[in-house]
């Protein structure tokens, strides 16, 4: 399984990004749980939100609810982070997960 993000990049405070990873491979399933870490610098990577395939049921990291969205769309096997209201806090390198899959990352600035 391949796992391609896509959507980073600087934006100031208060802006909005919407990330995109899209999964491949003949080993991947659409049923898998999808989902999105971050890893600030110096930090540890910490959970952001998942999806859920079998009841669609998102579930996010306190610090993100009611600012950002998880969706996901099976047929194209991809799963988007809408983010709203950024803050310098949300800076740091996003990794989507399919079942035990990493994708590679991409990066994310916020500038205050």
């Known amino acids: 399984v391949q796992l391609q993000a896509s959507g980073g990049g600087l934006v100031q405070a208060g802006g909005s990004l919407r990330l995109s990873c899209v999964a491949s491979?003949?080993?991947?399933?659409?049923?898998?749980?999808m989902g999105w870490f971050r890893q600030a610098p110096g930090k540890e990577r910490e959970f952001v939100a998942a999806i859920v395939w079998s009841s669609g049921s998102t579930h996010y990291a306190d610090s993100v609810k009611g600012r950002f969205t998880i969706s996901r769309d099976n047929a194209k096997n991809t799963v988007y982070l809408q983010m709203n209201s950024l803050k310098p806090d949300d800076t740091g390198v996003y990794y989507c997960y399919s079942n035990v899959y990493w994708g590679q990352g991409t990066l994310v600035t916020v500038s205050s």
């Open positions: 491979g003949r080993t991947f399933s659409s049923r898998y749980n």
